[in-house]
């Protein structure tokens, strides 16, 4: 791996031009986990974008990452919210875990995601059901996790819990994905995101060490408010981009490459066609300015960078749906077909809105934001 903080975009070209794009429609006819795309990303040493310099990562920060997961998912869907999730752990694991396990995941040794979701909390993540309870020397947890992405592909998950002892919401433990009692509710068959494995995931009786603790007993909150909802967020809105800007370029293209038999003109003929192109655009490039505002405000620890957090996720969801109901106007009937793509990015494209946190609960705190309120 020869791959630098300041020589990565030619990786991240190559792989997205190539792997990338070349089984991105497999993965989703197939409902497959890109393992092939992933293995790229893990060879071109893009898997450790996030981890510091001094475990051997990247250390591009969190604008580098979401260049890359922008960039990625616009060639596959799949393979940014796995890639998203990894990266969302990998957070957690340099600011929290040992240092074995932080070398691992800067050399593309050890997948990470989330194991938060649960279906008795729903979209409030950040007050588990799930339990760690100490029995002889080690903790015992038990939990029905409600969906994991990467469950089955997985190294490790970072999970949270009720804590052991302390007074607080959660605690954030690491749990390997081949511990004793875990079991996979898979497989995952989705409208959209096909391959990223996203699936149910139950915990009876895991013994795990109490060294797996990441941070402290009680501080999961504040490690999900603190590292994980930034990270999320930002990459959850690059995903959505990328998406929006892959589906676009294809538009363009079927509207410039498709012509009428007994006139010769193109679709892009027609200023309707031009105009809904142009919207898709304007829309795009209006996501992207509050993604990159938002990193921004994350890095300057700016006043406004909590308010910049909630809304981006936000604003890149509902703004996907837009642009991705323009790019099946514009391509008619052709996109009900597999190979404008189109299609694909349309369902792909929804999964943004109804990720915990949900935009409906993220207006809630926006609101609550504006309002002087506290957000819990």
Request: proline residues 3%.
């Amino acid at each position: 791996m020869n791959t630098t903080a300041e020589s990565y975009q030619a990786a991240l070209d190559r792989v997205c031009r190539t792997t990338i794009s070349e089984t991105a429609a497999a993965v989703d006819r197939d409902g497959a986990f890109p393992t092939e795309s992933i293995q790229a990303l893990k060879s071109a040493g893009l898997l450790g974008a996030m981890s510091s310099p001094e475990c051997g990562g990247l250390g591009v920060g969190l604008a580098g990452a979401a260049h890359i997961v922008r960039s990625v998912a616009e060639e596959c869907g799949s393979t940014a919210m796995v890639l998203t999730m990894h990266y969302c752990g990998a957070a957690v694991l340099d600011a929290h875990g040992p240092l074995e396990v932080r070398r691992q995941v800067a050399f593309g040794a050890h997948l990470s995601t989330l194991a938060f979701s649960e279906a008795g909390s729903r979209s409030h993540f950040w007050a588990p059901l799930s339990t760690a309870e100490p029995r002889n020397g080690h903790i015992v947890l038990n939990a029905s996790k409600s969906w994991i992405t990467s469950a089955s592909r997985a190294t490790a998950y970072v999970w949270s819990s009720k804590p052991v002892a302390a007074d607080g919401l959660s605690t954030i433990w690491l749990v390997p994905a081949s511990s004793q009692g875990i079991q996979v509710r898979g497989p995952f068959e989705g409208l959209g995101l096909r391959g990223n494995d996203s699936s149910p995931v139950t915990a009876e009786n895991v013994e795990i060490e109490r060294s797996a603790m990441l941070g402290a007993d009680g501080q999961g909150f504040d490690i999900m408010m603190g590292v994980t909802l930034p990270v999320f967020s930002v990459l959850s809105a690059a995903c959505a981009n990328g998406l929006m800007a892959g589906s676009l370029r294809r538009t363009a293209e079927h509207a410039a490459g498709t012509r009428h038999a007994d006139t010769s003109s193109s679709l892009a003929d027609l200023p309707t066609i031009r105009n809904a192109i142009a919207r898709m655009q304007v829309k795009v490039d209006m996501s992207d300015a509050l993604l990159w505002d938002t990193v921004a405000a994350i890095d300057s620890k700016r006043q406004d960078a909590t308010l910049r957090v909630l809304e981006v996720k936000a604003a890149a969801g509902e703004t996907a749906n837009e642009v991705l109901d323009l790019a099946m106007r514009v391509c008619a009937g052709a996109a009900f077909r597999k190979e404008v793509a189109v299609e694909r990015f349309f369902r792909d494209g929804r999964a943004a809105g109804v990720m915990a946190p949900t935009t409906d609960v993220l207006y809630d705190f926006i609101g609550k934001a504006i309002c002087g309120m506290p957000l819990f």
